[in-house]
């Protein structure tokens, strides 16, 4: 998954407008933010996930203005070191049930003429002043499902990264995709054009999910495909699994997890089951087609076995919800993106920012491929990024590793020791003299918690703005 972010650096924190020794102000009894007083905080503290990502605050750009502001942007050296180049490839043989991310399926043609538009997208904003002027630290090709591109694809895809973008020595390049199709000469063409990363969507391993979720391939096949490539021994695997699906017992998650370990993968994602409207899921469940997934106490308890797993095997936990099982894993992309990273974007549907502009680049095929054609930004939307944004954005990076450290939240620590005192009390968090970490429920709840500590902050200063008026 790709987390859309937006820069900053540990001291801008500070830079929020808020004189720094005031204790923040909130409505403590508001059980949305400060969570439900209840003996079993990991399933009952809040009601459901709030999303997927944390969101924040950003000012349109007038559409007459923003190509303007994209070309002056990327005409300005870049001031952040920190930053990842992010390629979007919007196609899936089949869209899964459960799936929002399915934007067009896979069909050969349209992909070669993607593929071309891409190509110049990358010869253009290759040349611009702000992207050669640093080295970018990670490159994330993401979809859909880039493994549906041919073997020539992707290795021009890997050649054309390298070939046109400066890149750090240890630069991780990631390919997302699955591993239906992902025969080994396509393997080999991804290593030979440079992709040192991969990380593949498998989800469940139980044939009868599967099926239900509309994934293609037996558990079987995958196992013996992800062990193929971990035999091979060339680059980091990573793999997705998610938990709530529907058939997905308890067992099968267990067996889930075990799978996981017993393919010799470098890391795993475990993702909650986000039910979002419109799914072709909702609709087959509504006709009795599909069980109902699980609802979020079991979701939570889901999570509480996933966790407990990876501890049980000793595995190095990178993230609230990404573990590692060898030390190649570093995942940098998933951890820049979500803090103080700048992210190019390039193809239909990316999303980024660099120099102060957030842009999402246009979703519908047509209009990218016309907007490049025309040599235009093929931006949909932009946004001058809120300066408050990069602050928030190193809570929410500190949310999602679950821990707090007093050092890089300096004065917000004090400030905000109300919000944690409440949130200790509800058994979210521990609170040490030098740190706040999220205790497992805090864990699994981390989105919401994230999400009411910006949301506390911006009302914050929303009020004092006001008294100040
Ligand atoms: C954009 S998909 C790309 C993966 C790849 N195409 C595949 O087939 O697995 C990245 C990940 O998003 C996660 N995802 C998709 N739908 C989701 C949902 N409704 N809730 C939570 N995670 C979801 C899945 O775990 C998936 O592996
Ligand atoms: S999970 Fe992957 S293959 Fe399935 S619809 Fe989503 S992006 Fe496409």
């Known amino acids: 998954m790709n987390p859309i972010a937006s820069g900053a650096s540990p001291i801008e924190v500070a830079r929020l407008d808020v004189p720094a020794t005031d204790v923040i102000t909130f409505d403590s009894h508001d059980e949305s933010i400060v969570g439900r007083n209840t ?54 043989r ?35 002043v702000w992207t050669q002027s640093m080295p970018f630290q990670a490159v994330y090709v993401g979809g859909g499902t880039p493994t549906d591109l041919s073997a020539e694809q992707i290795k021009q895809l890997g050649q054309m990264i390298r070939q046109y973008f400066p890149l750090t020595p240890d630069c991780e390049i990631t390919l997302e995709g ?28 139980d044939s009868k999910v599967r099926r239900a979720a509309k994934r293609l391939d037996d558990g079987d096949v ?24 529907p058939y997905q017992t308890l067992d099968i998650w267990q067996s889930d997890l075990q799978m996981y370990l017993e393919t010799g993968v470098d ?3 475990l ?23 699980a609802n979020t106490a079991t979701k939570a308890e889901m999570y509480k076995m996933g966790a407990d797993f990876m501890a049980r095997f000793h595995q190095r936990r990178l993230s609230v919800n990404h573990w590692a099982s060898t030390n190649r894993e570093r995942s940098i992309y998933n951890s820049l993106a979500k803090t103080n990273a700048e992210v190019l974007p390039i193809g239909a549907g990316a999303g980024g920012n660099f120099n102060g502009i957030s842009a999402m680049q246009h979703r519908d095929m047509n209009a990218y491929i016309e907007a490049i054609q025309q040599q235009q930004f093929p931006v949909g939307m932009a946004f001058k990024s809120d ?43 521990t609170i040490t003299e030098q740190a706040v970490a999220l205790t497992q429920a805090g864990q699994f709840w981390s989105v919401n918690l994230a999400t009411n500590l910006i949301k506390v902050i911006q009302n914050d200063q929303a009020n004092r703005l006001a008294l100040a008026g």
């Open 271 to 293: 993702y909650q089951l986000l039910e979002l409207q419109n799914l072709p899921m909702a609709r087959l469940i509504e006709q009795g087609k599909l069980p109902q997934p």
């Open 222 to 245: 995958v196992i013996e495909t992800l062990q193929k490539m971990v035999r091979y021994n060339a680059a980091p695997i990573v793999i997705d699994l998610l938990y709530g699906l």
């Open 267 to 269: 890391g795993v994602d």
């Open 39 to 92: 003996p079993d905080p990991l399933r009952f503290a809040f009601s459901g996930k709030t999303g997927p990502h944390v969101g924040g605050g950003s000012v349109p750009v007038a559409q007459s203005k923003t190509q303007d502001s994209v070309l002056d942007a990327l005409n300005t050296p870049a001031m952040n070191k920190a930053r990842c180049l992010y390629i979007h490839i919007p196609f899936c």
């Open 94 to 128: 089949v869209r899964c049930t459960y799936c929002n991310f399915f934007q067009y399926a896979s069909s050969e043609s349209l992909i070669a003429e993607y593929f071309a538009a891409l190509t110049l997208e990358i010869e253009r904003k290759s040349a611009f």
């Open 387 to 429: 300066p408050n944004n990069a602050s928030l954005n190193q809570f929410k990076a500190a949310f999602d590793r679950g821990v707090l450290l007093k050092h890089d939240f300096i004065p917000w620590f004090e400030r905000l020791m109300p919000l944690f005192e409440a949130w200790q009390l509800r058994g979210l968090v």
């Open 178 to 205: 699955r591993v239906n199709r992902f025969s080994e000469a396509k393997f080999e063409s991804a290593l030979e054009g440079g992709f040192n990363r991969f990380s593949l969507g498998v989800q469940s391993f």
